[in-house]
């Protein structure tokens, strides 16, 4: 049997640690690349090959591709899951900032496909799978930022999906809702360094709740099942064009299809309003 390759990004913690795992247990041959090797030690006892990739350095991204497929000759899937979540007040929120948040969350997971598709075209084979999220989809006071590159991650991956199907190569997005890692921790430390203290403070203290609750809470979904959900994804004949995941992905979705924006505003906050309650 033909070894498979799967390159996962992102993976020092949390969705991205527990992917690497899932598919090297799936029989895949698995690379994990991330910032903070350090992270990753406990991947390599489970013979999982580790690296230094920082998605906003070109040579980074072009030499870790290039390493993988020189050893093989071709990656499989791809999975893009490198990601943070930048909160403020778009008023408060430098500039330098946003566009940080841009360059990890889209131009770093576009780079990284440009990068695999050219071998993929050559196979007429390939599965690149683009971690977004639910927040692809709704919306969050004080969220522009992350909001609005979930929203580019879903338009790119949609418009890849028909670009690439000629090719053999297939686009699947991935749609987690609240997920048990350090990413909510960080997202809300960042909004109240942001905007704690002017005009939005009062928002700001909820959303920061808010976000933090998502971390080491019984409401949140282990980011294994995400990962499981990644794998389904990965090994499908057909794979599904994306696949919501997790405790509420379904029902909020379900909400924001059918409520009109103002209740859907309305729903959207006072659910938040609960975590300082």
């Known amino acids: 049997m033909t070894e498979r390759i799967a390159f996962v990004t992102g993976a020092s913690t949390g969705i991205g640690f527990e992917t690497a795992r899932a598919l090297r247990s799936a029989g895949f041959i698995v690379y994990a690349g991330a910032r903070r090797v350090e992270k990753m030690h406990p991947l390599k006892a489970q013979g999982?090959?580790?690296?230094h990739l920082d998605v906003t350095i070109e040579d980074s991204m072009a030499s870790a591709v290039a390493l993988v497929e020189a050893a093989h000759g071709h990656i499989d899937v791809l999975v893009n899951n490198a990601g943070?979540?930048?909160?403020?007040?778009?008023?408060?929120v430098p500039l330098a900032e946003g566009r940080r948040q841009f360059e990890v969350n889209v131009i770093g997971l576009a780079r990284m496909t440009q990068l695999v598709i050219p071998r993929m075209r050559d196979a007429g084979s390939g599965r690149i799978i683009n971690v977004s999220s639910i927040g692809g989809k709704i919306y969050e006071p004080l969220g522009a930022w992350y909001h609005g590159t979930k929203f580019a991650?879903?338009?790119?991956?949609?418009?890849?999906?028909?670009?690439?199907?000629?090719?053999?190569?297939?686009?699947?997005?991935?749609?987690?809702?609240?997920?048990?890692t350090e990413w909510g921790t960080i997202a809300g430390e960042g909004l109240l360094s942001a905007s704690s203290r002017g005009p939005y403070k009062g928002q700001a203290h909820v959303m920061a709740a808010a976000l933090a609750s998502t971390s080491g809470q019984l409401i949140s979904t282990p980011p294994r099942v995400v990962a499981k959900a990644i794998v389904r994804a990965s090994t499908a004949k057909r794979p599904k064009t994306r696949y919501p995941v997790g405790r509420g992905a379904w029902s909020v979705l379900a909400l924001r299809r059918v409520l009109p924006d103002r209740v859907f505003d309305a729903v959207l906050w006072n659910s938040y309003k609960r975590f300082t309650g």
């Open 48 to 51: 999982i090959t580790v690296m």
């Open 153 to 180: 991650v879903e338009g790119m991956s949609d418009s890849l999906r028909l670009e690439l199907k000629p090719h053999g190569i297939d686009v699947v997005l991935i749609e987690p809702a609240g997920t048990d």
């Open 84 to 92: 943070y979540g930048s909160y403020g007040a778009l008023e408060e």
